[in-house]
């Protein structure tokens, strides 16, 4: 009541026809107080920084690993009684036994044009995860949040319910949404941070620009949790202990190197 009325104004170039509802379209929108843009709204904030990556010839894409479970309409257990293995990443059976979900949903995907490659039954029992080809920072955003819609509204559609929550059942690895990042020229054809730096940086193929970019992600890691574990939930899983599968894909270090997990 302190402030005036906010408004989202849509934006025009970012609209989804709904594949399963074509006469509905989900817009995604800027929020507008007084004339001007909320500087704390996320669409906003990650606006001006692709603007500012712009200014110094950068542009910057984004790939995500969205991980969701697809639990019974309550919400109370996993949907599927028989995804019951001690380590069932990657099982095939309880992939097939949620067929008809996944393969609705990647459908749809590929009649958006979003280059789905990838679908599995993930760490823990009633998890899974669905992979699509990178794109700029804002449009694998836009597309991130619809995806959960489109992800909740399919689940619905087939009498389930499906979470994105980090810790949704305790003992069982949690939801991840692991972040690809790289930093092209602006013509987005010219990786601007590939290269071959002396010592363990050119190792792993980055040049000096690129090692200075790690340095920063490593330097502000605890501050940025404040963003990437935004909730009680989700801050828990630093760290995390030990699940019934007996991992957690959860970072425990501020750390780096060509391939780690933790």
């Known amino acids: 009541p302190a402030h005036p009325d906010m408004l989202a104004v849509p934006d025009e170039n970012a609209v989804i026809q709904l594949p399963w509802k074509p006469e509905v379209a989900w817009v995604p929108a800027d929020c507008i107080m007084e004339g001007e843009p ?19 010839g950068l542009r910057v ?21 028989f ?27 590929l009649e958006l044009g979003w280059g789905p490659y990838q679908n599995d039954h993930e760490d823990a029992n009633g998890q899974f995860e669905m992979n699509w080809d990178f794109d700029d920072a804002l449009v694998t955003a836009d597309r991130h949040s619809f995806f959960k819609f489109m992800v909740k509204s399919i ?22 949404c692991h972040a690809h990042i790289s930093v092209w020229d602006l013509d987005g054809k010219t990786n601007a941070f590939a290269g071959n730096a002396g010592g363990q940086i050119g190792e792993v193929g980055l040049s000096e620009q690129g090692g200075y970019f790690l340095g ?6 605890e501050a940025r949790a404040a963003i990437t574990n935004p909730t009680v939930n989700s801050y828990k899983r630093i760290n995390a202990p030990r699940t019934m599968s007996g991992a957690t894909w959860a ?12």
Not at 38 to 56: D, G, M
Not at 66 to 77: K, S
Not at 216 to 221: D, L, S, T, V
Request: hydrophobic fraction near 35%; glycine fraction near 8%; charge should be negative.
């Open 38 to 56: 909320v500087e704390q709204a996320p669409r906003n904030v990650l606006k001006k920084l692709i603007a500012e990556a712009a200014e110094a």
């Open 216 to 221: 920063g992600i490593m330097k502000h890691a």
């Open 61 to 81: 894409k984004t790939g995500i690993e969205a991980e969701f479970f697809l639990l019974t309409p309550e919400g109370d257990a996993i949907s599927d009684p």
């Open 155 to 176: 689940a619905e559609k087939h009498g389930l319910r499906a979470t994105f929550m980090p810790k949704p059942i305790q003992g069982l690895t949690g939801n991840g």
């Open 83 to 109: 995804d019951t293995a001690e380590k069932p990443c990657y099982d095939q059976q309880a992939v097939m036994r949620r067929y008809d979900v996944v393969a609705e949903i990647c459908d749809y995907m």
């Open 251 to 262: 970072p425990n270090t501020v750390t780096w190197t060509g391939n780690n997990r933790t």
